[in-house]
């Protein structure tokens, strides 16, 4: 959370996010494991792993665009799309 | 043992996450999430996830982290980041990989790693005092143990008219519950039918699924059985409770417990003494049951080797291409 909002650098927001889907996903299996039972908290699990990965190959896509069009991958600094 | 390597893993994913998100090197950050997620690996083994703890290394740790290094790599060029590392530091690199290298190839190749257990069916009671004998001389006998074995229970529940399939499910679900509350976490409803006779009457039976002993540790005591019927019997919400009946079938038979054996030993304990091997289990030493972890830890190994060759690879392209 404090990655996310306090870094300026795109690539550092993504591993900041990265770390708190990883928070949730282990907090669903322990709670999966020690007091609902059953393995749907795995299942959600993986699912969030996958979205995860998506996120950070679209996120590094635009990151590394961004990059060639301003020469500048903070986000502060992306003021283009503003009207 | 295992707790400590359990607060062991805690402490160094949080102190490595405090540096993800602390330091000012971005390429610091990205190993440092590396190391994080890799302890997050490990508590999924830790939690009975192997399934999800190998994806969360070869997604993450192979994959995701590949894409973040590459993406700060291309990026690098105008940030007043050091990706250069001192040659200095060179040779320390050398010597933490060959020692890692070194205790890889230990745990993959040691006996010493593995725990190997084997149930042995000891009929005539004499054979502990003969293989305990024999454990003095053989090293790689390295623990007997007799212990009784408990090897199923059954638990009986009447109700008023005759339950449906989900009523069944639902209350093979509440035994289950129960039983991990009881902290017999190896215990597994393998069924729930009608109980003999009588449509009203259902049977679940509860049987720990690869071994069949409680807890190789030590012996189940009257207290125990009783504190488990006790726990048994309070489960079902739903159904009614005066009319729960739990019988719980204890059939103690006498086994031997035998950990680090190699296959001379049990070919010698199964021809030269005429035993009956039950149940012959390799693993590592307090991950349970874990099958990744335990049978095929050695493929495992390779894959993850795998994946940490993939990335030092990556690493190293993306270095000399984009940083002259």
């Known amino acids: 959370m404090y990655a996310v909002l306090t870094r300026r650098n795109a690539i550092a927001i993504l591993m900041g996010t990265e770390l708190i889907l990883n928070a949730a996903n282990l907090n669903f299996v322990a709670f999966t494991r020690y007091i609902v039972g059953g393995v749907a908290g795995q299942m959600i699990a993986v699912f969030v792993i996958v979205l995860a990965a998506a996120e950070a190959a679209v996120a590094l896509a635009i990151i590394l665009t961004l990059y060639q069009e301003m020469n500048t991958i903070s986000p502060d600094e992306t003021q283009e799309l503003k009207g | ?324």
Not at chain 2, 218 to 240: C, H, K, W
Not at chain 2, 292 to 310: H, I, K, R
């Open chain 2, 1 to 324: 043992m295992s707790s400590v390597i359990f607060y062991g893993f805690a402490f160094l994913a949080i102190v490595t996450a405090l540096v993800v998100v602390t330091s000012r090197n971005v390429v610091h950050s990205a190993f440092a999430l590396m190391v994080t997620l890799f302890c997050v690996a490990a508590f999924y083994v830790y939690l009975d996830a192997d399934f999800l703890a190998a994806i969360q290394l070869i997604v993450y740790v192979g994959g995701i982290l590949v894409l973040v290094l590459f993406g700060v790599m291309m990026t690098s060029g105008r940030l007043d980041m050091k990706l250069r590392a001192d040659a200095g530091l060179i040779a320390p690199a050398v010597i933490v990989g060959l020692l890692l290298m070194g205790l890889l190839l230990y745990v993959a190749r040691s006996d010493s790693a593995w725990k190997r257990q084997i149930l042995v069916e000891d009929a005539s009671q004499q054979a502990a005092s003969h293989i305990a004998e024999q454990a003095k001389s053989h090293t790689e006998l390295k623990a007997v143990r007799t212990t009784p074995v408990v090897r199923r229970f059954t638990a009986s529940y009447s109700f008023s008219e005759a339950p449906d399939a989900s009523a069944r499910q639902m209350l093979s679900r509440h035994v289950e519950d129960t039983i991990r509350k009881t902290g017999l976490t190896r215990l597994y409803v393998t069924s729930v039918r009608s109980g003999r006779g009588s449509d009203r009457r259902i049977e679940v039976a509860v049987e720990k699924r690869r071994t069949t002993l409680m807890d190789p540790t030590r012996n189940l005591s009257a207290e125990e059985l009783d504190a488990m019927t006790q726990a048994l019997t309070s489960v079902i919400p739903g159904f009614v409770p005066e009319s729960v009946q739990v019988v719980i079938a204890v059939e103690p038979v006498h086994m031997l417990l035998i950990e680090g054996v190699t296959d001379q030993a049990v070919s010698r304990l199964t021809e030269d003494m005429g035993l009956r091997v039950v149940e012959d289990e390799k693993g590592v030493v307090g991950l349970g049951d874990s099958v990744m972890m335990g049978e095929y830890l050695l493929p495992f190994e390779v894959t993850g080797l795998l994946l940490l060759v993939a990335l030092i690879g990556a690493a190293v392209i993306s270095r000399k291409g984009v940083v002259v």
